[in-house]
């Protein structure tokens, strides 16, 4: 059994101060939601904070971003000892959003992943396609080289511990999600990529949907057989709105 993981991306939402409001008002919320584990992907300069505030809490503290090296000249980069430094536990890499407006890549990403994962961090990799991609009938090719690069220089036995989040582009913050039928077949091949290098892996993989997850549309998303979660933008700046989709979760 997979335990659904729901991941909130903060994006570049709050200062030190309205993160803390927010995970202040969150906390509580989520205390008793069982069978489902709950992670924010916070800015950077709110991190310590939200992660002083969680301590001792089942919430899941997450940067947006890191760099492979562990040091070096890498302007207004931050690197896998810096976050555990101050005992962030994982990380988002590869979002949409990253690869279009700042220009990360596959390759940046097989470096990322297993530096990540190597220091103990949770790893969320970001894969889906554009709208024109799926317009040619090119999603299947995208997600593959997506996930085949972004695990590359993953150990096999450690594949299974990859969060992945499917998150069709065209779905991001549009109020546009992906159909049951649509989401159901990506993630099922993205899972069939993990298990193209292991079966046993794959198993053990949880895929994510991303993409306007909203509390009216989540139960019905978080219900598919491949599903192990979401990952939700817009919504997780709304704590009502991020808790109900947490306690879809185990109902789903
Ligand atoms: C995201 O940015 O990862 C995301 C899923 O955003 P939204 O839920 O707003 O579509």
Redesign the pocket.
């Known amino acids: 059994m997979r335990t659904p993981l729901i991941a909130g991306?903060w994006?570049m939402h709050g200062t030190i101060a309205e993160s803390e409001e927010r995970v202040a008002s969150l906390l509580p919320r989520i205390s008793t939601a069982e069978h489902v584990d709950v992670a924010v992907c916070v800015p950077f300069t709110a991190l310590q904070a939200v992660v002083d505030s969680s301590r001792g809490s089942r919430l899941g503290v997450f940067a947006q971003n890191v760099h492979w090296e562990p040091q070096g000249p890498y302007t207004g980069e931050i690197s896998v000892p810096m976050l555990t430094e101050i005992e962030v536990g994982g990380v988002v890499v590869g979002?949409?959003?990253r690869r279009q407006l700042f220009g990360e890549t596959d390759k940046h990403l097989q470096l990322k992943v297993p530096a990540a994962l190597s220091a103990g961090l949770q790893v969320i990799l970001?894969v889906g396609e554009t709208e024109e991609e799926r317009e040619n009938g090119d999603t299947e090719r995208r997600l593959r080289h997506q996930v085949q690069e972004g695990l590359e220089k993953v150990e096999t036995d450690r594949l299974g511990d990859v969060v992945i989040?499917y998150?069709p582009i065209w779905?991001?913050?549009?109020g546009q999600t992906a159909t049951p039928e649509q989401a159901q077949e990506a993630l099922a091949f993205v899972r069939a990529l993990v298990a193209d290098r292991s079966k046993e892996q794959a198993e053990r993989s949880r895929i994510l949907y991303?993409?306007?997850?909203k509390p009216d549309n989540a139960e019905e998303l978080l219900a598919l057989p491949d599903c192990d979660g979401g990952?939700?933008?817009?919504?997780?700046l709304d704590v009502a709105q991020f808790t109900a989709i947490v306690e879809a979760a185990p109902r789903a």
């Open positions: 991306n994006k979002h949409s959003e970001c989040a998150e779905a991001i913050g549009t991303g993409g306007s997850m990952l939700i933008g817009g919504a997780s």
